[in-house]
């Protein structure tokens, strides 16, 4: 049996995950794959590593200030677009809210706003809406969906929808549409919406070498936020190397077993032979055409603008 400091170590949801998904076999290397969003953030030092990651050098050049200068560059013509009249600005996958301030800040005093966050991360909730309550513009609505991996937008979309705001204007900004498989989300946030609701998504484009893709990725602050989940597999630091690569039209990252190792936990083992691969994260890139073609299949309008490099894209959506 394991002691208790290894019990401790073992998240009872990964480690479900990683026994009810099993690997699959590439060549004589097996591959556990457990690259789902709603693992990053069970607990508050996950979230607050992906927060950091988001303040590093790399992943603020590479993701966060190009959907900044996206959205800063086309705020009138967003803004525009949507019209006059109340609104509820649904944040799915809110992060800390920084990106709705944008939003706020520009409508305020102009329209009434509630503002809505929607996240798996109960911290995330939480920095959000702080975040926009200091900046005062409006309502908040803080509920039990909040917390959540989206499955409940169209409960939230109807809820809103109640007395003065009858329209909803849906964020879905840093790259949280390339974490999922892009139909299933699409038409998820598409059921929520009602004619004349608005969508707004700012994702990376491949438009890059592959090299120059996986070099955004392989950085120790991409590292320090996804070891936590095979740490929380019982797994030590020096048991595992953190790997990426460009397949699928997605990247992968990974972590590869660098010893046999058994974990024992709620009267069950699992065996982790050296070589194994266990996938954390993936994220789908898409080329500019490809991206826009995808969006036109779920919304009767869609323009896109895309970064100077062509390596970001914000595309806003009406139904």
């Not at 790259?175 to 998820?188: A, M, P, S, V």
Request: glycine residues 6%.
């Amino acid at each position: 049996m394991i002691n208790k400091k290894e019990t401790i170590q073992i998240n009872d949801l990964i480690f479900k995950e990683l026994i009810k998904r099993g690997y699959s076999l590439e060549g004589n290397t097996r591959i556990w794959n457990i690259a789902d969003s709603k693992l990053w953030y069970l607990t508050p030092e996950q979230a607050q590593a992906f927060l950091d990651l988001e303040s590093s050098k790399d992943y603020q050049n590479e993701v966060i200030q190009k959907e900044i200068d996206l959205i800063n560059n086309n705020i009138d013509k967003i803004l525009f677009s949507i019209g006059k009249g109340n609104i509820n600005i649904i944040d799915v996958g809110c992060g800390d809210g920084k990106k709705a301030v944008i939003f706020t800040e520009h409508l305020k005093g102009k329209i009434k706003i509630r503002y809505c966050p929607i996240d798996i991360s109960s911290y995330m909730v939480e920095r959000a809406i702080k975040k926009i309550r200091d900046v005062d513009v409006g309502e908040i609505i803080s509920f039990q969906w909040n917390i959540s991996d989206f499955e409940n937008l169209e409960n939230v979309s109807f809820l809103l929808r109640q007395g003065d705001f009858k329209r909803n204007f849906f964020l879905l900004l840093g790259n949280t549409l390339g974490n999922f498989e892009i139909n299933e989300l699409l038409y998820e946030i598409r059921s929520a919406m009602k004619g004349g609701d608005f969508l707004l998504i700012g994702n990376g484009l491949d438009s890059r070498n592959q090299e120059e893709i996986l070099r955004a990725y392989s950085t120790n602050e991409v590292n320090n936020f996804l070891k936590h989940l095979p740490l929380q597999l019982g797994l030590k630091e020096e048991e595992i190397r953190f790997g990426t690569r460009f397949a699928n039209s997605r990247v992968e990252l990974y972590y590869t077993i660098l010893k046999d190792k058994k974990i024992q936990f709620q009267n069950k083992q699992l065996s982790l032979n050296k070589g194994d691969q266990i996938m954390v994260s993936v994220s789908y890139k898409y080329s500019k055409e490809d991206f826009i073609s995808f969006l036109k299949l779920y919304f009767d309008e869609v323009n896109v603008k895309v970064s100077e490099e062509g390596s970001y894209a914000l595309a806003l959506c009406k139904k």
